[in-house]
């Protein structure tokens, strides 16, 4: 199994990405966090096998909650599913320590299969991302 913390502030996000992690047979979801900083705290706590962070939530964003949860525990990957394409979400995300990068556009099964792949020691690019 899989063990996945959802890190996002949009409720509805958050409860259609569990529910659907919840169909797959080798993803558990272990958490659900409403911004970066309860990220942070459950990250921490749980230490998931896979973080789903969103980027721009109040309080911490997702940047931050990425650079600080790497800074604290280096063995953390960190799936970024997100709307923003542009590049001062991307490269400073990419660098605070995500490993895979997804839009919010991909389907259910593309986020679950970046979060196989990244748990695997794979990064994922968004096809529309490796343009960048």
Do not use: C
Not at 21 to 27: C, F, R, V
Not at 35 to 47: D, H, I, R, T
Not at 87 to 102: I, T, W
């Amino acid at each position: 199994m899989i063990n996945v913390l959802i890190v996002d502030d949009h409720e509805t996000v958050r409860m259609g990405v569990s529910a659907f992690l919840s169909t797959q047979d080798d993803l558990v979801v272990v958490g659900e966090a409403r911004n970066g900083l309860e990220g942070v705290e459950k990250a921490l706590e749980l230490k998931p096998d896979v973080i789903v962070m969103d980027l721009v939530m109040d309080g911490m964003d997702g940047i931050e909650a990425t650079r600080t949860i790497k800074s604290k525990w280096k063995e953390a990957r960190i799936v970024v599913v997100t709307s923003f394409l542009d590049n001062d979400k991307l490269r400073p995300a990419l660098e605070a320590g995500a490993v895979s990068y997804v839009l919010k556009t991909s389907s259910a099964m593309q986020i679950a299969d970046a979060i196989r792949k990244t748990h695997a020691g794979e990064s994922v690019l968004d096809a529309k991302v490796q343009g960048k």
